[in-house]
């Protein structure tokens, strides 16, 4: 049996690979026609124009329905694991809720381009990377309060590094973001695909997408911590079964 054939440790690696390529494909598309700059342009940029954003719009609605998927498979596998610890079920519920928003904020990015509506796209962005970020702080909160019973302590710190990384992106984009975007810089800026050097704020502008795929790069690590928990998915729902059914037969399933 393949690793991805575990439990349902193929979710949030069809996850990651299907939303890499996504960037991946729309970038070829846009540099080959042209559109963007190949030096790290922002990820939106890469779907802005057609027939890229088609490409890039459909992948990463699919991306959002699987990174759905993966958030919920999740909160049912932290459930089962700890039922009645209040502070865990509270947090659980909390990531939930977060890892939606992220996910809806991911499809309207997918089909708002900045170009054409700014404000949803940036509403878009926000949601995605801001309640993004916020679950992945809330999902390594959980990773502390679930060792060692659950998992080892390398789970919790693998995570925790990949929120700082997460954290340190986001500040560097927000702060690069704010400051190019000031008017000091000109205006309309975000309907501008192409750089160069000598552009005012070029540098300011280099950093900020820098931190975009920096981020974006700490989301695709963050969810293949998931592949060792949910390769055990597959053998806790039969250990599980059995126990209900031999223990406690007019009990309900908890999956």
Known sequence: MWWFQQGLS???????????????????????????????????????????KCLFGAMLNIAAVLCIATIYVRYKQVHAL???????????????????????????VANFQKTALFAAHVSGAVLTFGMGSLYMFVQTILSYQMQPKIHGKQVFWIRLLLVIWCGVSAFSMLTCSSILHSGNFGTDLEQKLHWNPEDKGYVLHMITTAAEWSMSFSFFGFFLTYIRDFQMIGLFLLGSLYVQKRWFPGQKKRW
């Open 82 to 108: 700890s039922p009645e610890e209040n502070v865990i079920i509270k947090l659980n519920k909390a990531g939930l809720v977060l890892g939606i928003l992220s996910c809806l904020g991911l499809s309207v």
């Open 10 to 52: 193929f979710l949030p690696s069809a996850l990651v690979i299907w939303t890499s390529a996504a960037f991946i494909f729309s970038y070829i598309t846009a540099v080959t026609l042209h559109h963007i700059d190949p030096a790290l342009p922002y990820i939106s940029d890469t779907g802005t124009l057609a027939p890229e």
